[in-house]
């Protein structure tokens, strides 16, 4: 090992190990560092894709990039983990580590989070180097473009490709509980994950991750996007945000002339978001209708450690009380999405988070000017039943029992499953949703009927939704939002 330049990669699928670390002292210095090293690493795998770009290359060469890495180590009579003797793991410390990639993009949360933990614990910070090579791929996204098929043929025998054995959500889904060999998980996602999802996320919302807030709305349909672009257009304009960005990076400043042209073909999940100073802005994402979108881009957003997201859009009333226009606010959901059974049983309670559902109540109440037995007539909370089948009608009669016994007040196909990747990645979520029709009560919807219901409560639904959200930034700021009910047994240290 040459400094901390290069390191050797014994077993890059096994325990992670720190090489080179260095001790810090502030989680600043911490973040410098990391950005430092990683930058320093994507510059030798890019040095030496020009050198085999251009044949150069010494076949002998093996001096790979690797992924920085951060880890944290507590006192043993300072962690409180729950299933340590239960598990027999008795130390002198404990160690959490993890690997970390786009270090510049989180520098911000990094500094939250070491910081909570330095106050918290006698903590020692070490940086350095790990035992995970970077795939090309993630280091220069376009780096095979111009190669020759035969280069292109040779290039996994010179560089490292992604590895799919190591990618995958283990500590998210609390498998790594079992597993005590090296550090613990400092963090819910390894650097390779988050490579996967970064690219994911250009791809399905076509902007840059750098763009998205903190603060997401899901929505299923596009007028609820042109309702959120013509806000935020008069936000920016206002000088209440910075800028207002669309896909394909499209940014509009308070000049009001945007960077380049609208795309031409929309991505498969438009993102559109609200930049304010500080971080604090909102991001909208039509998602579609169906969970498979659903569960895709929530698997992807959840890298971004966003501090909430919820679901906005509309559904069918299933009861003969309910009115088009009325809200429906979910305390439970059944989960007849089935896109998340393999990871998360639907046996598994999803638990409401109490401040979301305080701030979407207020919201309505705040939006609509209702209270009292009027806000309780409009707004109808209970048990939402998320299903994949968009002609569940043409099956009732299955379904019927099904309904009746879990006192359901709507049905729709996105909420559950956004309400189970949040309790699942622990990102706070809520369902507000506009009944759009009554299939059981002889309303189905029609065009005429449509067009009618979104010019009342399209705009209306928004800005509930956005009130929600400046609602919760208060509860974030005062660090009340971050539901421990959320947290498993042996939850790693970052949020």
Known sequence: MTDDTHVNLPDSNGPLILQGGEIVETPAEAADRLIELYEQQVGIIKDRFEKFADGSLDPQDDLHGVYPALTVAIPAEQATMTSSLALGRIASRHLFGTTVTQP????????????????????????????????????????????????????????FTPNLVSTNDDIVDGKQILNRSGP??????TAERVDYSLNRIRHYSATSPEHFQPYILFTNYQRYVDEFVEWGLEEVKAGRAERLVEPGDRITKAD??????????????????????GNRGVTLVNIGVGPSNAKTITDHLAVL????WLMIGHCGGLRRTQQLGDYVLAHAYLREDHVLDHALPPAVPLPTIAEVQLALTAAVEQETGFSGRELKRHLRTGTVVTTDDRNWEL???DL????????????????????????RYRVPYGTL???????????????????AFYQERVGQHLKIGLRTLELLRSEADAGSLHSRKLRSFDEPLFR
């Open 433 to 451: 949703l506009c009944v759009s029709d009554r299939p059981l009560h002889g309303e189905i919807k029609l065009p005429g009927m449509a067009n």
């Open 184 to 189: 613990s998980p400092l963090a819910l996602f």
């Open 256 to 277: 009001g002339k945007p960077s380049r042209d609208p795309l031409e073909k929309a991505p498969q999940m438009p993102s559109y978001h609200l930049v304010r100073k």
């Open 395 to 397: 099956r009732f009669e």
């Open 104 to 159: 510049a993009l989180f520098r911000q949360y990094f500094m939250r989070q070491l910081d909570k933990i330095q106050k918290r614990f006698s903590a020692t910070i070490k940086v350095g180097l790990s035992n995970r090579p970077i795939p090309l791929s993630f280091a220069l996204e376009a780096a095979t473009a111009t190669l020759t098929t035969e280069q292109r043929n040779q290039i996994q025998n010179f560089f």
């Open 400 to 423: 019927a029992v099904t309904l009746n016994q879990s006192r359901a007040i709507a049905i729709d196909m996105e909420s559950a499953t956004v309400a189970a990747a949040g309790y």
């Open 305 to 308: 450690r966003p501090h909430v």
